[in-house]
């Protein structure tokens, strides 16, 4: 290799470096990627090139590049560091500790290391310790253990109430929950372990697939992931309307994590199921999971207002909701996308025993509706995120013709205009968490349908919310995330 090559190698470098602090990561990607190309010996170019896909949450690929870098250079820390953040973005806690011990061994004096460490090796001793529990007996419900009517509320407590004589929310509960969440304040806990429990035990008698009409005189919303970003949520409502007998709405997964007002958010939404519950739907995204929960800030968010047995119930409630839907027979829903194979049906997925299993896991059916992508190419390929698949416009024509239906919507991916449409018009993409971690820049959007199946796609703006930052609740991975 010439010391031509290698100077340019390094101009190319510099310029992805540029791009990067632009936020231009697509961009700078293709860069990293061109210096590599002239020179393939420096692992920090691999190095930078996996933040950037730590970026883009492509977790795969950071672990690829990660893996690439340290052949170069077995003692560049950067890629451990680059390597651990992807393996913790993913649940991989045990994988992420040990490079996070390559870490803080090789830079003793790194105080935000060791604090990472720490934490991590925290998470990963609580999981062996709640596994070893689960082994020796039988698993106890936390809301078997919930007595909610015994749960005093104090007469200074100034919040809306639940009537005491039906029990039930209703629309001015409702409404004044959603008023005093705009102004950052809580609810009693007894009314959350009401709405909690009350849609627990409306997922727990629901198939993995639900059917799903438009109202015949009005429409049906479909949205993407929101994030615990209340404010852009509760903007949704305010433009498109909210939810009535003769307006549905179906949140496609990934309600929380990230955003820190994601208890004001997962509460509003199930507060409006068990106020329509033939008019709100819900579909676990891959945050709706123990693991992402403990990372993106949900966890912490829970037991910061509220307690840890209300984290435990939300887990048990995450559980339980529907895998997918399907529209007038014709649209089938689901948070991430198909499969590693050709023959699933519609049967199939209604069957999945989501009870039993808890958590999605690496592989199967379930794991894959949650975490997989679409690629342009044909034919199947490994994730970008690690998990799950990337399918093709052929699998997705493959899957619709099998079943008899028209196309896909999924959300799971950051789009700038809030949605996409691939595969010869078959697949679309809908996300709904504008400016997504106040950082992105990109717009929201959300799907109209009407009776007559027509698809308006709406895109919006971010509005303000108070100065909370992003995974508030979750600050010693933030930095390690790239947030």
């Not at 479909?222 to 305010?238: E, L, M, P």
Request: charged share 30%; proline share 4%; aromatic share 10%.
């Amino acid at each position: 290799m010439s010391e031509d090559q290698k100077l340019r190698a390094e101009e190319v470098k510099n310029e992805a470096n540029v791009l990067f602090k632009e936020k231009k990561f697509p961009d700078a990607i293709k860069k990293y990627s061109e210096a590599i190309e002239l020179n393939d010996k420096v692992a920090s170019y691999y190095s930078n090139r996996a933040f950037c896909h730590l970026k883009l949450e492509s977790y795969g690929y950071a672990i690829s590049d990660a893996d690439a870098a340290l052949a170069i250079d077995p003692t560049f820390a950067k890629a451990n560091y680059r390597r651990a953040s992807a393996n913790m973005a993913l649940g991989k806690f045990k994988d992420a500790l040990k490079d996070l011990r390559v870490v803080s061994k090789r830079a003793p004096g790194d105080r935000d290391a060791k604090a990472k460490l720490d934490e991590c090796a925290k998470i990963v001793k609580r999981i062996e310790f709640e596994k070893a529990i689960e082994h020796n007996e039988t698993r106890r419900s936390v809301a078997d253990s919930l007595d909610v009517n015994a749960i005093a509320v104090d007469a200074s407590y100034s919040g809306p109430r639940i009537n005491e004589e039906t029990n039930k929310v209703d629309a001015e509960f409702v409404n004044a929950m959603v008023e005093a969440f705009k102004e950052q304040k809580k609810i009693h806990k007894k009314y959350a372990f009401m709405i909690i429990l009350a849609i627990r035990q409306m997922m727990l008698e629901l198939p993995s697939l639900i059917d799903v009409q438009v109202p015949k005189d009005g429409k049906l919303t479909v949205c993407g992931d929101v994030h615990g970003q209340f404010y852009d949520f509760i903007n949704i409502f305010n433009t498109n309307g909210y939810p009535s007998e003769k307006h549905a709405y179906l949140f496609n997964g990934d309600f929380v994590d990230r955003g820190s007002f994601s208890i004001e958010v997962i509460l509003t939404l199930f507060a409006y199921k068990w106020l329509y519950p033939n008019r709100l739907f819900l579909a676990r995204g891959n945050h709706e999971t123990d693991n992402m929960n403990k990372v993106y800030g949900f966890e912490g968010e829970v037991k910061a207002k509220f307690s840890e047995m209300m984290f435990k119930l939300f887990s048990e409630t995450f559980n339980a909701l529907p895998l997918s839907h399907v529209i007038e027979n014709k649209i089938f829903v689901t948070h991430g996308g198909l499969f590693s194979r050709d023959d699933v049906t519609l049967d199939d997925i209604r069957k999945i025993d989501r009870l039993s299993q808890g958590q999605p896991g690496n592989d199967g059916l379930m794991c894959e509706l949650l975490w997989s992508d679409p690629q342009p190419e044909l034919g199947r390929g490994a994730s970008k995120r690690g998990v799950g698949i990337q399918f093709g416009p052929d699998v997705t024509k493959n899957f619709l013709e099998k079943n008899n239906l028209d196309m896909v919507i999924r959300s799971h991916e950051v789009k700038e205009e809030g949605y996409v449409i691939e595969h010869d018009g078959k697949c679309v993409t809908v996300f709904s968490a504008p400016n997504y971690c106040d950082t992105v820049g990109n717009k929201g959007a959300f799907i109209n349908i009407t009776p007559d199946m027509k698809l308006d796609y709406v895109s919006f703006s971010a509005v303000p919310h108070p100065s909370v930052r992003p995974m508030q609740y979750a600050s010693q991975f933030s930095g390690l995330l790239g947030m």
